[in-house]
């Protein structure tokens, strides 16, 4: 792939991007893969990318509904971490965060990590105790992690409201040091590039309508550019799994909820680290344009549709400014929303199902975005062996009938459990 030089660029900007050439091919559907992957987002890429660069098996088509990037992996708040307190979790996003470390070079594509840092805020004696045993299960893990007296809060941040009349008094704090950022868009582009290079089929505008099925086995897909064979299949469709799913029989213990971010207008640099919250619902973080970043809640209903009520983006605005007073000053400058498959414990479903040759990616809840490298290292050892990766098996699908769920907060997929 040709690489641009600041004149190549300038070139490009004044004459309409022209002469550019395409990171990746628009490829056009051929009879049959070894594998269909439905979803080109960051999961679905990235599994394309290890399956070719890893096992070895090229003859790979990610098909997209729409354009690449274009749902839940251009559609959330970037951030990257492994500190949850379930080893399961904390085990499975730690072999993730490794990955992010090293991403750029792997994939020769800038993805923008940024490891300034992901801190929870506790509020009460009872706060902290959680994250004492949230820290204390990541270290014996080997997994960083540091709680933080009222004294080290105010001076990482200075500007969120130490004083004890606060609305969410601040009693100290977990930070993952390691923990960041990303740029959810470069992802998609480098896992995509970098697929495209080792000889997968990228296929945009191919909508799955139905799957091929010879008794309990999935041999292909229908889709609106025909049919396509498929020696495996798998689903990574973020929100849109439960449809998807539907299509071939399956029903999911999911159910998929708006969820909604916002971004200000970019100022100077006032927000250090990730700031999220053991008892609330709300993060911030500010973007590499100097945007402040936050979300919330969950609309708490099934929807499909990416727009949300306002009444939920209020919500997480009263959070973040009791929590940083500062953020009242600025001008909110534009909003968005993703749909999440949030499962019925608040954990991942990737794996095998009840039908031969077809496989799932899904029910990510909250963190799709902070998984993509370990879900597309371990789906993909899945697709290439038949066997769950490791790190993995903890969230097959049938885990719900064996009654071993996954539930880091033992209340399932509430607004607290990100």
């Not at 936050?294 to 983006?313: E, F, H, K, L």
Request: aromatic fraction near 8%; charged fraction near 20%; glycine fraction near 12%.
């Amino acid at each position: 792939m040709k690489e641009y030089s600041a004149l190549s660029l300038l070139r490009g900007a004044l004459t309409g991007h022209k002469h550019w050439r395409p990171a990746w091919r628009d490829a056009t559907p051929a009879a049959s893969y070894d594998v269909v992957i439905i979803g080109g987002g960051g999961h679905g890429l990235a599994t394309a990318y290890y399956l070719a660069s890893v096992h070895g098996i090229r003859n790979v088509a990610v098909v997209e509904k729409s354009w690449i990037g274009g749902g839940n992996t251009g559609r959330n708040t970037t951030l990257v971490r492994s500190n949850y307190r379930l080893k399961p979790l904390h085990d499975f996003f730690e072999f993730g965060l490794k990955l992010w470390e090293h991403l750029s070079d792997e994939l020769n594509y800038n993805v923008m990590f940024s490891p300034r840092g992901a801190m929870f805020l506790g509020h009460s004696d009872a706060d902290m105790t959680m994250l004492a045993q949230r820290g204390d299960a990541m270290a014996a893990s080997g997994i960083d992690a540091e709680l933080l007296t009222r004294d080290q809060v105010a001076k990482l941040e200075p500007l969120i409201d130490m004083s004890r009349s606060a609305r969410f008094p601040v009693e100290g704090a977990l930070i993952q040091r390691r923990g960041g950022t990303a740029r959810h868009d470069a992802v998609a582009w480098g896992y995509a590039r970098g697929a495209d290079r080792l000889g997968v089929d990228i296929i945009q505008n191919c909508e799955v309508t139905g799957f091929v099925r010879e008794g309990n086995r999935i041999t292909g897909v229908e889709t609106t550019r025909g049919r396509i064979a498929a020696g495996r299949t798998a689903i990574c469709v973020a929100g849109h799994s439960g449809h998807v799913a539907g299509l071939a029989g399956l029903r999911l213990p999911i159910e998929s909820q708006t969820l909604q971010a916002l971004v200000t207008e970019g100022v100077k640099p006032m927000v250090a680290s990730v700031v999220m919250s053991q008892s609330l619902h709300c993060y911030i973080s500010q973007s590499d344009k100097g945007g402040i970043v936050m979300g919330g809640d969950p609309d708490a209903w099934p929807s499909y549709a990416r727009r949300g009520q306002p009444t939920i983006v209020e919500h997480a605005i009263a959070q973040a400014m009791a929590i940083m007073p500062a953020l009242s000053r600025l001008r909110m400058l534009r909003t968005w929303s993703g749909v999440t498959d949030m499962s019925f414990d608040g954990a991942p479903i990737i794996g095998t199902t009840p039908l031969d040759g077809l496989f799932l990616n899904g029910g990510w809840c909250y963190g799709g975005f902070k998984a993509t490298p370990a879900s597309g290292w371990a789906f993909a050892h899945t697709l290439a062996t038949g066997t769950p990766h490791p790190l993995v098996a903890p969230f097959a699908l049938d885990r719900f009938e064996r009654g071993a769920t996954v539930d880091e907060t033992g209340v399932g997929p509430m607004p607290n459990h990100r």
